[in-house]
């Protein structure tokens, strides 16, 4: 018998992640790819396989730890014959990462970067931003880079918060806890008052008007809630709505079934968009783009990963595909099928979810007529689509029946303005409507 350590795996461009769950015990015996460990990120859960059969001898993490790639969580007893070379060299890759040093110099923020104040700071900007007191302030702030983007991004002074996490280490549920606090009357509540704070919605008793029951959100809702709050409240929304006809780009998707079925693929109108979308991305780069953190400068992307909102039983998620300008309808279909069957199995992973520039949410397979989605920020646009239906059309001389997808889209104000927004949607709706365009 032959001992292995089991590591964290890539867990994408995240300092670290939360163990929600601990799945196994020492003593327990597991198989290849049983689950061991639960984790979540600030966008999805995951969870970590086991890579041999055996039995557990060693768990070195609990509920509520955080840990990063690479980090040892257990030990396993596997026979020698499991132990193969191959798993031999990526245990020897995969060795414990050596103890961190104390991470306040190397996080330490420079005063310019990390406080530089907005143009007008709003007066509950200054009011978050003010010091509570000398023992906050200075390099002893420990946080995670995510964590201090956060707090720039909402105005907060990251040295005026206090971490509830280990050691001392500032969380984003601190940040949100010193803005409520400020938001509700609490610390610097003087300089927040003025009409500039948000009221909190008042709490009621419905129990008194008649009989309640209270179920707990899910996580998926409880982590996406908290971020579309987010983006509601920075993002000026513009909503653009518009149609377009698709009949013979249904007719074309229609007469491509059987090919595609023997490719091992559905084809669906959405692989359409999404290559519509790409197209319309190259003429208003705009779209493809996010602010700066302060808000001056446009950084323009010259990669295509389209994010796609996919409902599952557990909630909203949003898969990306990436370099959707360089594949095919075929390779993108079955893309698709992939990641939407994992999102709905709820493996994806944090790498899944990360790097988009665009999202589309598709309700059309269920219904409606318009709906004005939330940006997906950092992103600056994300497009909405409903249910198509057959509509009568004039074409000069009478009326004939058309295939119509109503869509929209909502974009970041500040980047795009309306007469833009209007071009955008315009040229969407032509490519879907002639795909021969996307040739061109």
Known sequence: MATQQINIPDIGDFDSVEVIEVLVAEGDEVAVDDSLLTLESDKATMEIPAPYAGKITKVT????????????????????????????????????????????PKEA???????????????????????????????????????????????????????????????QSDIEAMIKSVMQGGAGAGQAQGGMGIPSVPEIDFSQFGETETEELGRIKKISGKFLQTSWLNVPHVTQFDECDITEMDAFRKSMKAKAEKEGVKLTPLVFVMKAVVKALQDFPSFNSSLSPDGQSLIKKHYYNIG????????????????????????????????????????????????????ISSLGGIGGTQFTPIVNAPEVAIMGLSKAKMQPVWNGSEFEPRLVMPFSVS?????????????????????LTDLRQLIL
Not at 129 to 153: D, E, I, L
Not at 334 to 352: F, H, N, T, V, Y
Not at 414 to 429: C, I, K, L
């Open 61 to 104: 993490v609990s509920v509520g730890d955080k840990v990063a790639e690479g980090d040892a969580v257990f030990e396993i007893e596997v026979s020698e014959a499991a132990a193969s070379p191959e798993k031999a060299e990526q245990k020897a890759e995969e060795k414990p990462a050596p103890a961190k040093a104390p991470e306040a």
């Open 308 to 359: 796609v909102a996919v409902d599952t039983p557990n909630g909203l998620v949003v898969p990306v595909l990436r370099d959707v300008d360089k594949k095919g309808i075929y390779e993108l279909s079955r893309e698709l099928m992939e990641i939407s069957g994992k999102a709905r199995d709820g493996k994806l992973s944090p790498k899944d979810m990360s790097g988009g520039t665009f999202t």
């Open 109 to 171: 923020p420079k005063p310019a970067a990390e406080s530089a104040p907005a143009p007008t700071p709003s007066p509950t900007a200054q009011a978050l931003t003010k010091p509570v007191n000398a023992q906050s302030m200075g390099a002893a702030s420990h946080a995670s880079p995510s964590v201090r983007a956060f707090a720039r991004k909402l105005g907060v002074d990251i040295n005026t918060v206090s971490g509830t996490g280990p050691k001392g280490r500032i969380q």
């Open 411 to 431: 974009y970041d104000h500040r980047v795009v303005d309306g007469a833009e927004g209007v071009r955008f949607t315009t040229t969407v709706g032509q490519y």
